[in-house]
């Protein structure tokens, strides 16, 4: 969580998001996707700071809008993933046909 404290810490001083793109694509990356739900308090638009950029709050808003919804798409995947071990959702198993309605040979 240091990478989104980080980001935080950048969005209370007021910075503008894009200042630290590689540190939002590092989270986008490597954050656990059971996060989403705990980061979308940041999406809120907070307070904009005294000394900060112009409309900097409304910009971190959407970053981190788009922060969850990334982590959210990456749970979805492996989600799909974990359904069928060993091979992607969707694709039949070795010895499946058409012919036979899924059933293997073996099973026929």
């Given amino acids: 969580m240091a990478v989104v404290d980080t980001l935080d810490i ?9 200042s630290f793109s590689g540190v939002m694509g590092l989270a ?3 954050l656990d996707p059971a996060l989403a739900d705990r980061l979308e308090v940041l999406t809120a638009i907070a307070e904009e700071p005294r000394d900060g950029a112009p ?8 970053a981190f809008q788009r922060l969850v919804g990334t982590l959210r ?12 071990p060993g091979r992607p959702a969707g694709t ?14 073996s099973e026929r």
């Fill in 10 to 18: 950048a969005r209370d001083a007021g910075s503008y998001p894009w």
């Fill in 28 to 30: 986008e990356r490597c």
């Fill in 55 to 62: 409309g900097a709050v409304g910009y971190w808003s959407e």
């Fill in 73 to 84: 798409l990456h749970a979805t995947m492996q989600a799909e993933l974990a359904a069928t």
């Fill in 92 to 105: 039949p198993a070795p010895g499946d046909t058409e012919e036979t309605g899924g059933a293997k040979a």
